[in-house]
């Protein structure tokens, strides 16, 4: 049976543009894949803490040696991984902010890149553990970047989740949302026709 998880990661928690469009590209997917089960991880729902001194504590701790609170810390951690890694196909919602990904967002990455968990270092680099995921980005964005010097965020996305070992990443764009009536309406219709082709 295909898994499927839904990262949403706006931080609005109603009227996002990435969240509906996401919606529909995993609704799709699931046309798809009959007997599908979706997995859904909202961000702003259920927030993680930035990285500070207490969860890198918690990281970088022997098992053996943490204490109750890093023991928590890192199960939960592992239990993100853990669902990352039982699904087959990843659903991110990443809504262009400042021309780069959501703070909820990167934060979930922080929480996700583990040493010897999702990658590892070897005498030929790095090497990602997290394999064999089909990865759907849909990245709604105020004005028209892709393919610019503004678009940070497209590259960043690519290397990170290569890093972790997901090489096989869809990009569906909506661009132009805040440039007028016309461009949004073309810019959810272009996103559309991207998602019926995922």
Known sequence: ?????????AARSQGAQSTLL?????????????????????????????????????????????????QAIAARSEALIAELQAADVIVIGAPMYNFGVSSQLKTYFDWI??????????????EGLVN??????????GGK?????????TPYLKSFLGFL???????IYAEGLNMGPDAASAALAGAREAIAAA
Do not use: C, W
């Not at 064999?132 to 964005?141: C, L, P, Y």
């Open 145 to 153: 970047y892709q393919g610019t010097a503004h678009d940070s965020q």
């Open 113 to 126: 890149a583990r040493a010897g968990i999702t990658f590892r270092y070897t005498a030929n680099g790095p």
């Open 22 to 70: 996401v919606n529909e590209l995993t609704a799709k997917l699931q046309q798809s894949n009959p007997g599908a089960q979706v997995v859904e991880r909202n961000l702003q729902a259920d927030p993680l803490p930035h990285l500070d001194d207490a969860v890198l504590g918690a990281f970088f701790t022997p098992a053996e040696q943490r204490t109750p609170e890093q």
């Open 165 to 171: 070992g997901m090489t096989e990443v869809n990009f």
């Open 1 to 9: 049976m295909t898994t499927i998880l839904q990262i949403n990661s």
């Open 132 to 141: 064999g995921k089909k990865v759907h980005v849909v990245s709604a964005r």
